[in-house]
């Protein structure tokens, strides 16, 4: 076979990864076994100092998981990937795979609520300080946000829930200008719409648990190096890459591991320590809804395109906000990044107050209230009372969150059937 990068995305979804050889299981295998047979104390010994390649024990690595990532990686056109328990653990080894105490980081303010939660309280308890800036500032102000130790900035490719569509130009300048890697969680577009590598992004992370998935049946993570940012070039500021790590006998892991520096020392010391490896179950599940991503996606942003222009006319709405709606701030911007559709994700707001509100989603039949987003039913979720609840109100104006918002996650059912549904629901309010 060619490699997989000579092929096009949909084959990559499907052949990527997991490629039997003669008389192997054509389908990607589950190796539920937590460690690896050798028959040599020496080879063992060897596999620990990471002087050859091998498994040896699942916390680390396991086969399963890494042909998934593998193929991950393969549809981001990076380097190098790892797959994560969770999106929280694939955003937190990101960061803290760069940054320790007495170090800062920068974040968009309009990302995702659990991330916003871990970067500004937890790995501030941790001794990492957080700046958080309104990712439509300007190129100065985002500047100005810059310190000497500040060691990496993180955003999210169209963010969740506000739906903010990233201004990579801008970001990625200025990350680099300084001398740090820019980090995009790219869980909403998926690689199908957007790969922030080519816009020159230096890290990807994601929520498989969404769209990748897209079934709703695991939660996992994922984070991708581009292999482009060169470390060695700021040895000071990355000396966990760049200088011997006492913890594996002096490997420097850029001498070592060229283009998957990243993710080597990810995997040996954060995974090792800290241990939020994705089962191998759940990462076959992943394979399962990968194989259809290039297809899903799609249809979820057909159904939301319909769905948006729909609540945009209807008198009871007060408002929408959907990147692929002219109406949006972000319709340019969107058709610059991601031409060929941005995500299945609307926000709105019926007219009235929070009970409103309320009684509208309740009132849903096909849509079902769910703590989720991006899989392949209908769902619906309030913001202000569901995953941004740990925010007060001025945290959640910053996170363009309005109390009053509605995350509408358009399924693939017919669209037809979604759009009576809400409108029977409208009917009430
Ligand atoms: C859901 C989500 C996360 C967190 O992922 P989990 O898999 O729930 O831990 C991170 N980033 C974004 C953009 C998300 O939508």
Redesign the pocket.
Known sequence: MKPMNEYGKGTRCIQGGWQPKNGEARVLPIYQSTTFKYESTEQMGRLFDLEENGYFYTRLQNPTNDYVAQKICDLEGGAAAMLTS??????YYAVFNIASAGDHVIMSSS??G??FNLLTVTMKRMGIECTVIDPDCSPEELDAVFKENTKCVLA?SI??PALVVLDFDKFVSAAHAHGVPMIV?N??PTPINCRPFEYGVDIV?H????YMDGHAMA???CIVDSGNFDWTKYPDKFPGLCYPDDSYHGVTYTERFGKAAFITKATAQLMRDLGSIQSPQNAFLLNVGLETLHLRVPRHCENAQKVAEFLENHPKVKWVEYPGLKSSKYYERAQKYMPNGTCGVISFAVNGDKQDTVRFMDQLDLAAIVTH??DARTCVLHPASHTHRQMNEQQLAEAGVDPGMIRLSVGIEDVEDIIADLSQALDIV
């Open positions: 969770s999106g929280q653990a694939a955003n990302v995702y659990g991330t999210e963010a969740n969680d869980t909403f992370t929520s498989t648990t969404k939660v996992g993570g987003v991006a």
